[in-house]
C-alpha cells in the first residue's frame, strides 16, 4: 500500500511539474509575441478607437513630390490612419483631461507637452470639446528606411469650444498649417512632432443662392402604411408614384420628405436606401413636382466628435442628389430648436452653422433652410440660409402678428410655412377634440392667411394614418391617437372635407 502510495504522488508530482512548465513557455511566448508587434491596439488603447465609426474628417492629399523614398498607398494609407487616431485621442485627452491613449500615438518626446498641457486644464478646471473638419498634407520627406515621415497639413479646420468650470468661455473656428515628423515604432506611426505654423479665423461665407424662382405649394409626405418608415422593407414605388399623382391632382406642386440618420447609416449611407431615394425623386419627377429633402432626420445628438460622421452622411447624400432635376431645396433638420434644452442652443446651433456650410459647399445650385418649430425661432441663423422656414400648429388668430414680426426680424427673405394642420381626433382620449368640419374650416383659414401674407407652404399631411411610432410622440395614446388624423385622406382613402383646402387654388 505504501509503495502503491508512492507512485501515485509521483504521478502527481510530474502532472503538476508538466502542467508549471507548459504554463511558464505559454507565458514567455505571449509576451514575446507582445513586444514584437507593440501589442494588440484593441485592448491596450482604452479609447478603443475605431475610426471608421467615430472621427472621419476630410482629407485631402497633394500630389505625391517628396523627397526620400517613393511610398505605395499601403504606407501613405497607414501613415493617415495613424495621424488622424493621433488627432482623435487628441482631442479625448483634451476634453476629458485624461491621457488614455497618447502613449499608442505620441512619441516620448511628444507626449510630455501633451501630459503638462492635460495637467495644466486639470489644475483650472478647464476642457476643450474640439474636431477638426478638415485636413490638407501634403508627404515632404519619406525616408530610405521606411521609418521616418514629414508631412504639412495646410488649411486644418479646426472647431472648439473651451471651458472653465463647466461654463463655456470661447468658442472658435480656426484654419491653421501644421509640420508634423512621424516615426515608425513596433509598426504603428507615432507623432514625434507636431508644430502649428500658422492660424487664423475661419468663418467662410456661403454663397447665397436666389429664391426668385421659388414656388413651394405642397405637403409634407408619408406614405400611409408607413409614416415615418418610408423607406423601409415595405417601400414601394408604385404607391409613392400614385401619392403623387393625388397631390398634383390636388394643385399642389412639391413636397417634403424625410431622411432617418441612422437608418440611412449614418457616415456610411446605405445604397440600397439611397437608391429608393432616387426612386422617389423620379416618382416626383415623373408627376412635376418639386421635393424638399429634410435631412438628419431622427437625429440629436450633436456632439463636437460626431460631427465628422454627420458630415460625411450629408456629403454622401447631397453628392449623390444635387442633380436631380425634382430637387427644389435641402432642409438641414426638422425641429432641431426643440433640442435646445436638452442639448444646448449653442451647441445645436453652432452644429446647424457647419452643417449649412457643407451642404452649400456641396451644391451651389439649391437653397437650404432650417425647419424651425416656431415663429419665435425663425430668425436664428437667417444670414446664413436662403430661406426660412418655420412650423405652426399654434391659435391661426396669432399667426398674422407673428408674420408680421418675422418680416421685420427676416426682411429680404423667402418666408416658408413648412409645417401646419390640425387633427380631426376627437375620440376616447380627447371627446371635446375637433371635427372634421373644423379641421375643414382650419385649413380655408390657413390658406387666406398665406394668401395674404403671399406665404409659400407645405402642410401637414396628406393621410390619416393607422399606426405612430412611439418615437415620434411617445407611447401615450392619447398623444398617438391624436398624431393619426392630420391627413386630408382618413384612414379608408377617402378625402376629408378638409381636402377642398388642402391648396389655395
Given at each position: ?6 507512485n ?6 510530474i502532472?503538476?511539474?508538466v502542467i508549471?512548465?507548459t504554463?511558464?513557455i ?8 507582445y513586444?514584437?508587434t507593440g501589442?494588440d491596439r484593441s ?24 523627397e526620400g523614398r ?18 482623435y ?7 476629458t ?5 497618447i502613449k499608442?500615438?505620441?512619441?516620448d ?8 498641457f492635460?495637467?495644466l ?9 474640439s ?16 521609418q521616418?515621415?514629414v508631412?504639412t ?15 463655456l468661455?470661447?468658442e472658435t ?10 516615426l515608425?515604432?513596433?509598426?504603428f ?11 487664423e479665423?475661419y468663418?467662410?461665407i456661403?454663397t ?11 405637403i409634407?409626405?408619408y406614405?400611409?402604411?408607413?409614416p415615418w418608415?418610408?423607406?423601409?422593407e ?6 409613392i408614384?400614385k ?6 391632382d390636388?394643385?399642389l ?8 440618420y ?7 449611407v446605405?445604397a ?18 418639386g421635393v424638399?429633402?429634410t ?12 460631427w ?16 436631380h432635376?425634382?430637387?427644389?431645396a435641402?432642409d ?6 426643440l ?6 442652443k449653442?451647441m445645436v446651433?453652432?452644429w446647424?452653422?457647419n452643417m449649412?456650410?457643407l451642404?452649400k459647399s456641396?451644391d ?13 425661432s425663425?430668425s436664428?441663423?437667417k ?6 422656414s ?8 396669432l399667426?398674422?402678428d407673428?408674420?408680421k414680426t418675422?418680416k ?9 410655412l413648412?409645417?401646419f394642420?390640425m387633427s ?14 373644423d379641421q375643414?374650416n382650419?385649413h380655408k ?10 406665404l409659400q407652404y407645405m ?9 405612430i411610432?412611439?418615437d ?7 398623444r398617438?391617437d391624436a ?8 384612414k379608408?382613402g ?12
Amino acid at each position: 500500500m505504501v509503495r502503491y502510495n508512492k507512485n501515485i504522488l509521483r504521478v502527481i508530482v510530474i502532472a503538476s511539474y508538466v502542467i508549471i512548465i507548459t504554463l511558464i513557455i505559454y507565458g514567455i511566448s505571449a509576451l514575446l509575441a507582445y513586444l514584437n508587434t507593440g501589442a494588440d491596439r484593441s485592448t491596450i488603447l482604452h479609447t478603443e478607437i475605431q475610426k471608421i465609426d467615430q472621427y472621419l474628417p476630410k482629407v485631402t492629399w497633394a500630389p505625391l513630390s517628396n523627397e526620400g523614398r517613393p511610398i505605395d498607398s499601403e504606407n501613405l494609407n497607414k501613415i493617415e490612419n495613424n495621424y488622424l487616431d493621433a488627432w482623435y485621442v487628441k482631442h479625448i485627452a483634451y476634453k476629458t483631461n485624461t491621457t488614455a491613449g497618447i502613449k499608442d500615438y505620441y512619441t516620448d518626446s511628444a507626449r510630455l507637452n501633451l501630459f503638462n498641457f492635460i495637467e495644466l486644464n486639470a489644475a483650472q478646471n478647464i476642457s476643450i470639446e474640439s474636431t477638426t473638419l478638415e485636413h490638407h498634407p501634403s508627404l515632404e520627406f519619406f525616408s530610405e528606411d521606411g521609418q521616418l515621415a514629414v508631412i504639412t497639413d495646410k488649411d486644418v479646420i479646426e472647431y472648439k469650444r473651451i471651458f472653465q468650470n463647466e461654463l463655456l468661455v470661447l468658442e472658435t473656428t480656426e484654419i491653421s498649417t501644421y509640420k508634423i515628423i512621424l516615426l515608425l515604432e513596433d509598426g504603428f506611426w507615432r507623432i514625434r512632432h507636431l508644430v502649428k505654423e500658422s492660424t487664423e479665423s475661419y468663418d467662410p461665407i456661403a454663397t447665397a443662392i436666389s429664391t426668385k424662382n421659388l414656388n413651394i405649394q405642397g405637403i409634407n409626405y408619408y406614405p400611409q402604411a408607413t409614416p415615418w418608415d418610408m423607406f423601409g422593407e415595405a417601400f414601394s414605388a408604385d404607391i409613392i408614384t400614385k401619392d403623387f399623382k393625388t397631390i398634383k391632382d390636388a394643385g399642389l406642386n412639391s413636397v417634403r420628405i424625410f431622411i432617418p440618420y441612422e437608418d440611412f447609416g449614418k457616415a456610411d449611407v446605405d445604397a440600397e436606401k439611397l437608391e429608393k431615394l432616387k426612386h422617389t425623386l423620379d416618382a416626383a419627377q415623373a408627376n412635376h413636382l418639386g421635393v424638399v429633402v429634410t435631412l438628419f432626420d431622427f437625429y440629436g445628438d450633436y456632439s463636437i466628435l460626431d460631427w465628422t460622421l454627420n458630415m460625411r452622411h450629408a456629403e454622401t447624400i447631397v453628392t449623390a442628389l444635387k442633380d436631380h432635376k425634382a430637387i427644389v431645396a435641402w432642409d438641414i433638420k426638422n425641429e432641431p430648436n426643440l433640442d435646445f434644452e436638452s442639448r444646448g442652443k449653442d451647441m445645436v446651433v453652432a452644429w446647424l452653422k457647419n452643417m449649412v456650410q457643407l451642404v452649400k459647399s456641396k451644391d451651389q445650385n439649391h437653397p437650404v433652410t432650417i425647419g424651425w418649430s416656431n415663429t419665435e425661432s425663425a430668425s436664428i441663423l437667417k444670414d446664413k440660409v436662403d430661406f426660412v422656414s418655420f412650423h405652426y400648429y399654434e391659435d391661426l388668430e396669432l399667426l398674422q402678428d407673428a408674420i408680421k414680426t418675422m418680416k421685420v426680424e427676416i426682411p429680404n427673405k423667402t418666408i416658408v410655412l413648412g409645417e401646419f394642420g390640425m387633427s380631426s381626433y376627437n375620440g376616447f382620449w380627447k371627446p371635446l377634440g375637433n371635427s372634421d368640419e373644423d379641421q375643414a374650416n382650419y385649413h380655408k383659414k390657413a390658406q387666406e392667411i398665406i394668401a395674404t401674407n403671399n406665404l409659400q407652404y407645405m402642410s401637414w399631411t396628406l393621410y390619416d394614418f393607422e399606426n405612430i411610432p412611439k418615437d415620434v410622440v411617445g407611447k401615450f395614446p392619447w398623444r398617438k391617437d391624436a398624431q393619426k388624423q392630420f391627413g386630408f385622406i382618413d384612414k379608408n382613402g377617402a378625402k376629408k372635407l378638409a381636402f377642398k383646402y388642402i391648396s389655395g387654388q
